[in-house]
């Protein structure tokens, strides 16, 4: 990357703040609307007109705000196990009369926060111990703290599993599949006793190649060096994190809501119309969800270009090309980590096939050692959050767990 384009994007990005920062006037005169006909007190507040501007607002500061790292929210004790510069091990667990099998619940990096897996953590904390990779925004991290790139997840990972070993369970939700598949692969091969009992892979790009969606797309249309000199930047000097190079949050949200677009102002449109007839609960659980999505976070430029180049560009998992530190990673290496896949029909973002390709490339497996779900009427979201997740899917990975401790 040459040197005006560094200068330009470090620009965009304090322009993106300053945009933020411009928009107070009208955040600060949503606020007053929302304080005056919002009050209960004032009887302009029941009529039409009155519901009509508040709601307004509400959608507003909604869509105008922005958001930090939510709150976890869990009925659980929470505890931080391991703290490193790029990633917190945190503890979800309960009081019980019995030992439950513990699971390492490894969160994507791609640009939400952990806690987008709350409802995925307080289902299955009912009969686990839970612990979860909480991802620090890049953007907080000095850069004197070093790199996190690929190889870094993978070695985070291994890292966890040695520590809760040698009995620990691994889950990973969506994009950590070919990393967690890469750590298991490397530990079997080096007879490691932490490697862990069963791996739970749901709705991840194991091999990207197998049914294309719209991400998978357009990581083929344009070479790595598009995606580096476009989409990544550096850190302004007044964060923490200044001079690292990110591939930010805020473009990271614009490519998820420009995916479905329609659907997203829909729900807004939705949000307004239930607010103003008085519908505050469906409306408020829009607000939830959105409070939700539209929380992200930094990600390193050098892990976000590593996975774009070998998961979804050169497919180095699938084609037995990926190394780490200099290792070649054999899948057919794992051969006593038992292996539950688990896809949603309507998925999106990694379709159907793409996480299950994971059964043939871990090909020294036993039949009893493996099974697939197949979810039928979820997405992408569906697999591991809603009323489908704590029905059907997670009762069938607790039972998978079970007869694998």
Request: glycine share 6%.
């Amino acid at each position: 990357m040459n040197r005006s384009s560094k200068s330009r994007h470090t620009i965009e990005y304090g322009v993106y703040d300053a945009g933020y920062l411009t928009m107070s006037p009208l955040r600060w005169s949503a606020a007053a609307a929302q304080a005056v006909f919002g009050n209960p007190f004032n009887p302009f507040a029941y009529t039409l007109p009155g519901r009509m501007i508040n709601a307004s607002a509400d959608v507003f500061t909604s869509v105008a705000k922005r958001r930090g790292k939510p709150a976890w929210g869990i009925d659980a004790a929470q505890d931080v196990i391991d703290e490193r510069p790029f990633c917190r091990l945190v503890r979800f667990s309960r009081e019980r009369a019995v030992a439950v099998p513990r699971i390492l619940l490894v969160a994507p990096m791609s640009g939400h926060y952990a806690t987008l897996l709350r409802g995925t953590v307080e289902a299955l904390v009912a009969d686990h111990d839970v612990y979860v990779t909480d991802w620090v925004d890049a953007r907080e991290v000095p850069l004197k703290t070093g790199v996190f790139d690929l190889e870094s997840y993978i070695e985070y990972t291994m890292d966890y599993l040695r520590l809760l070993g040698p009995d620990v369970h691994v889950m990973a939700v969506c994009q950590p599949a070919p990393a967690v598949l890469a750590a298991v692969a490397l530990m079997a091969a080096h007879g490691d006793a932490a490697v862990p009992r069963s791996m739970i892979l749901m709705g991840g790009p194991v091999d990207t190649r197998l049914h294309p969606t719209a991400p998978t797309k357009i990581a083929k249309a344009y070479a790595l060096e598009w995606f580096e000199r476009e989409l990544t930047t550096r850190v302004p000097a007044y964060y923490p994190g200044g001079g690292r190079r990110v591939y930010p949050g805020f473009m990271q949200l614009s490519a998820f809501i420009s995916m479905n677009a329609t659907r997203h102002i829909d729900a807004h449109i939705k949000m307004y119309n239930e607010l103003v007839r008085g519908d505050g609960e469906s409306a408020a659980a829009r607000q939830t969800f959105y409070d939700e999505y539209l929380s992200v976070m930094d990600v390193t430029a050098e892990y976000y270009l590593q996975t774009i180049d070998h998961i979804f560009q050169r497919h180095s998992l699938p084609l037995g090309t990926l190394t780490w530190r200099g290792e070649r990673v054999d899948l057919s290496a794992i051969d006593s980590t038992a292996l539950l896949t688990v896809e949603g029909e309507l998925d999106d973002i990694s379709a159907p096939g793409q996480t299950l390709a994971a059964q043939t490339l871990c090909s020294s497996l036993r039949d009893t050692q493996r099974d697939h779900l197949l979810q039928p009427g979820v997405g992408h979201y569906g697999i591991f959050n809603g009323r489908r997740w704590r029905e059907a899917i997670m009762p069938r990975i607790s039972a998978f767990v079970h007869q694998h401790a």
